[in-house]
């Protein structure tokens, strides 16, 4: 790169976190992370063994995410409570532990004079009005969680408005190792199946379609902003491609060689039928393309399996 970056993460002992650390770390970056390791993915000595400064705290406490800011040049806010059914059932600890840590992050980065991308989710648009869903789409979420990052992401711009360098990730469904239970989705479930010898659960026909992204896209994302001095702009980051369910599970069926199909139940109620995003702006603003297709992902995920 030419030049040390200095970087600190929030939740970086999570799913995204962690591989976003380890990517960043390999790149060449002076990487950072702070967590409350209470859901983590990760140890604190897998994190140290690497050559990664951790701290171990409450990116709600203002006092703590200061204190380690000197000489930081920009936050990865990735800390956040990320269970969608989680959320429904608890959600003021869902609106208070992610839209107030981001608002202590945002803060502070903005009394500091430090740039700040926010994680964020395509959970923020809700039930799809048009596909491929892109940044202008409408923001109506359907759970507390989705709630929580869109509320996350109006904290963000408003420091925006006072002077605070900003970009905001929208990320679609994102896989890989490290995959922690509360950002589990159908993938890890599927792979736990055939794992164990049984078939795939499908809910509903199939025919429903997702677009999933693999953590080392989004972790080049995160790369590629801070080359471009933080845009302030609002990105998804996604593959841009629709998967049916029905393709997917016979997919990870294939890679197990499981003599088996699929199992067809109920569909689950409130399930969107159709979401993938557009990735044009990304690809406008940060020059981002996807580098590791669905089949690559998940047989590498399949053969290193450890959840």
């Known amino acids: 790169m030419g030049y040390l970056v200095s970087i600190l993460i929030t939740g970086g002992a999570g799913f995204i976190g962690s591989n976003t650390a380890f990517y960043l770390c390999s790149r060449g970056f002076k990487v950072s992370v702070i967590d409350s390791f209470e859901r ?8 140290l063994g690497a050559g990664i400064r951790v701290f171990r705290g409450d990116v709600k406490d203002t006092s703590i995410i200061s204190s380690i800011l000197q000489g930081v040049d920009v936050v990865v806010h990735a800390a956040a409570y990320v269970d969608v059914a989680e959320s429904m059932a608890k959600p003021l600890e869902y609106l208070n532990n992610n839209v107030i840590g981001t608002a202590s992050v945002a803060s502070v980065c903005f009394n500091r004079g430090v740039g700040l991308i926010y994680i964020s989710s395509a959970a923020v648009y809700g039930d799809p009005i048009k596909l491929p869903i892109d940044e ?10 989705g709630l929580s990052k869109l509320l996350g992401e109006e904290v963000v711009k408003f420091y925006g408005g006072l002077g605070l360098r900003f970009t905001i990730l929208r990320l679609f469904n994102v896989y890989g190792p490290r995959q922690n239970r509360s950002y589990a989705g159908v993938i890890t479930r599927f792979i736990e199946r055939v794992k164990a010898g ?5 809910y509903g026909d199939g025919l429903q379609t997702r677009d999933f992204v693999h953590v080392v896209d989004v972790a080049k994302a995160v790369e590629l902003a801070i080359e471009k001095k933080l845009p302030q702009q609002i990105l998804n980051i996604a593959s841009g491609k629709p998967v049916k369910i029905k393709d997917l599970a016979y997919m990870v069926i294939k890679l197990s060689g499981l003599d088996k199909e699929p199992i067809y139940t109920n569909p689950r109620p409130g399930d969107i039928k159709h979401s993938w995003g557009s990735i044009a702006k990304a690809e406008e603003q940060l020059n981002y393309k996807p580098s590791i297709n669905l ?13």
């Open 40 to 47: 983590s993915s990760i140890s604190f000595e897998e994190l």
């Open 136 to 145: 202008d789409h409408p923001t109506k979420p359907l759970s507390p969680y």
């Open 295 to 307: 089949e690559e992902g998940l047989k590498n995920l399949y053969e290193n399996w450890s959840f």
């Open 198 to 202: 049984l078939p795939p659960v499908i």
